[in-house]
């Protein structure tokens, strides 16, 4: 009886650890998702001029329901998502605690989750303090893309996967420093994008491929703005390598080189979209895209290394970025 007996409850507790590693795949990717939403509307907020509608903070107009005119309705519509994803969240964390034996890097992971909804929230009321100023925004933007790729993180560290064989040695270090460049070049990229819309400079170069040509930049708006053009053809640049390295590595992790390709794809139509836009006078459609495109390519490279450097052996712990720690299970 007794063997029996601790047979079952062997039995009951796989059963309940499996179901909350299932819950922790489910939150999380609903958490990443309404997560990309919401950056998404911030965006289209901000693009059509909407982000002083409601001047206080956390009420809007002195009220929790103000009276929703087109311009407010943006604005108040992004408070009542964000506020909905940090329920999410928090779902999210307390999952990633019930599955923290079955997923300890996805419960690490999502530390990185809580803190940045925290910093969030006090960048976001300051967004308001501050009148929508460029750093700011710039501030706003790059922690609402960080939560959406921490939750992503958290999703694909729960999802059990086959561990790679023979991914060592300096190649495999070599290009898990690429995919960390290239990751780190694009996300500065997206904030210097946020910072240029922010101080209406989004025109100040209107010709290719730096601002008028092959000239220097005059005006302070026109620095701004090739500063986001050489971040982001660096950052296509390191796209491109990163992809035909990986297609020649035999050891490198399939999930990271398929979303090293993804990536590729990302990037190009990423410089197809910013052309477009300059070309059309900033129009609000493509800004959008524009946005939503650059944080889907920037979370592809996110994934992209966190698999590289989280393939890689114990041995080179040191080289590896705090977003992917050492495989422990």
Same mark, same amino acid.
């Given at each position: 009886?007794?063997?029996? @007996?601790?047979?079952?409850?062997?039995?009951?507790? +796989?059963?309940?650890?499996? /179901?909350?590693?299932?819950?922790?795949?489910?939150?999380?990717?609903?958490?990443?998702? $309404?997560? $990309?939403?919401?950056?998404?509307?911030?965006?289209?907020? *901000?693009?059509?001029?909407?982000?002083?509608?409601c001047?206080?903070?956390?009420?809007?107009?002195?009220?929790?329901?103000?009276?929703?005119?087109?311009?407010?309705?943006l604005?108040?519509?992004?408070?009542?998502?964000?506020?909905?994803?940090?329920?999410?969240? #928090? !779902?999210?964390?307390?999952?990633?605690?019930?599955?923290?034996?079955?997923?300890? *890097?996805?419960?690490?992971?999502?530390?990185?989750?809580?803190?940045?909804?925290?910093?969030q929230?006090?960048?976001?009321?300051?967004?308001?303090?501050?009148?929508n100023?460029?750093?700011?925004?710039?501030? @706003?933007?790059?922690?609402?893309?960080?939560? $959406?790729?921490?939750?992503?993180?958290?999703?694909?560290? !729960?999802?059990?996967?086959?561990?790679?064989?023979?991914f060592?040695?300096?190649?495999?270090?070599?290009?898990?420093?690429?995919?960390?460049?290239?990751?780190?070049?694009?996300? +500065?990229?997206?904030?210097?994008a946020?910072?240029?819309s922010?101080?209406?400079?989004?025109?100040?170069?209107?010709?290719?491929p730096?601002?008028?040509?092959?000239?220097? !930049?005059?005006?302070?708006?026109?620095?701004?703005h090739?500063? @986001?053009?050489? #971040?982001?053809?660096?950052? $296509?640049?390191?796209?491109?390598?990163?992809?035909?390295?990986?297609?020649?590595?035999?050891?490198?992790?399939?999930?990271?080189?398929?979303?090293?390709?993804?990536?590729?794809?990302?990037?190009?139509?990423?410089?197809?979209?910013?052309?477009?836009?300059i070309?059309? /006078?900033?129009?609000?459609?493509?800004?959008?895209? @524009?946005?939503?495109?650059?944080?889907?390519?920037?979370?592809?490279? +996110? #994934?992209?290394?966190?698999?590289?450097?989280?393939?890689?052996?114990? +041995?080179?712990?040191?080289?590896?970025?705090?977003?992917?720690?050492?495989?422990?299970?």
């Amino acid at each position: 009886m007794p063997v029996a @007996h601790l047979k079952r409850a062997t039995m009951n507790a +796989s059963a309940a650890s499996s /179901g909350a590693q299932r819950l922790l795949r489910y939150t999380s990717a609903a958490s990443a998702v $309404f997560a $990309f939403a919401d950056v998404v509307w911030g965006g289209i907020v *901000r693009i059509n001029g909407a982000g002083m509608t409601c001047p206080d903070w956390p009420r809007c107009r002195g009220a929790w329901l103000p009276a929703l005119d087109n311009q407010v309705m943006l604005e108040w519509t992004h408070r009542v998502a964000a506020a909905l994803l940090s329920l999410l969240i #928090l !779902a999210t964390i307390n999952a990633a605690f019930r599955a923290r034996r079955e997923c300890p *890097r996805a419960w690490r992971a999502s530390w990185w989750s809580g803190g940045l909804l925290v910093a969030q929230i006090v960048v976001g009321a300051a967004t308001i303090r501050y009148a929508n100023s460029p750093p700011s925004v710039a501030a @706003h933007l790059a922690l609402g893309v960080l939560t $959406f790729v921490s939750l992503l993180v958290v999703w694909y560290a !729960a999802v059990p996967r086959e561990p790679a064989a023979g991914f060592d040695g300096l190649s495999a270090l070599a290009l898990s420093r690429l995919a960390f460049s290239a990751t780190l070049v694009t996300f +500065s990229a997206i904030v210097a994008a946020g910072y240029m819309s922010a101080a209406n400079a989004g025109l100040a170069c209107t010709g290719f491929p730096i601002c008028d040509g092959w000239g220097p !930049a005059h005006t302070a708006a026109q620095q701004i703005h090739v500063l @986001h053009r050489i #971040l982001a053809y660096t950052a $296509f640049a390191l796209v491109v390598a990163l992809a035909a390295a990986g297609s020649r590595s035999t050891t490198a992790p399939r999930d990271a080189m398929r979303l090293a390709l993804t990536a590729l794809l990302l990037a190009t139509i990423q410089v197809a979209i910013g052309a477009a836009t300059i070309i059309s /006078g900033l129009a609000p459609v493509l800004r959008s895209v @524009h946005q939503a495109n650059g944080v889907l390519l920037f979370a592809s490279l +996110s #994934l992209a290394t966190y698999a590289l450097y989280a393939a890689l052996p114990a +041995s080179s712990m040191i080289a590896r970025p705090l977003s992917a720690p050492a495989q422990t299970s």
